[in-house]
């Protein structure tokens, strides 16, 4: 194993899950009545709030935080070469 391997699957993980949580929060803000296309959606071009970004940012770190701990709390599997037993 590459020391650089687990890097790189944290960087692939938190990009499928970021994916993931803003897919999720844009649904909602669909069935709420929100219209803005996802690419536009997702920026801070109609910020109107610093109580909006502080909410969104905290959900994105609760988010990250609770993901990365579940993701660490899997187990291992065998290292290449070793059987499990």
């Known amino acids: ?3 650089l391997d687990p890097i790189v ?3 692939a993980a938190s990009a499928f899950g970021t ?3 803003d897919l999720s929060l844009y649904r909602a803000d669909r069935h709420d009545g929100g219209n ?3 690419p536009g959606w997702g920026s801070s071009k109609d910020l109107v709030s610093w109580e909006t970004l502080r909410k969104d940012f905290s959900a994105h770190l ?3 935080t609770a993901t990365a701990a579940a993701f660490r709390l899997l187990p291992r599997g065998p290292e290449k070469g ?3 037993s």
Do not use: H
Request: hydrophobic fraction near 60%; aromatic fraction near 12%; avoid cysteine.
């Open 9 to 11: 699957r944290g960087i």
């Open 62 to 64: 609760v988010f990250g």
């Open 82 to 84: 070793q059987t499990q």
């Open 36 to 38: 803005a296309a996802f």
């Open 19 to 21: 994916l993931a949580m």
């Open 1 to 3: 194993m590459n020391a």
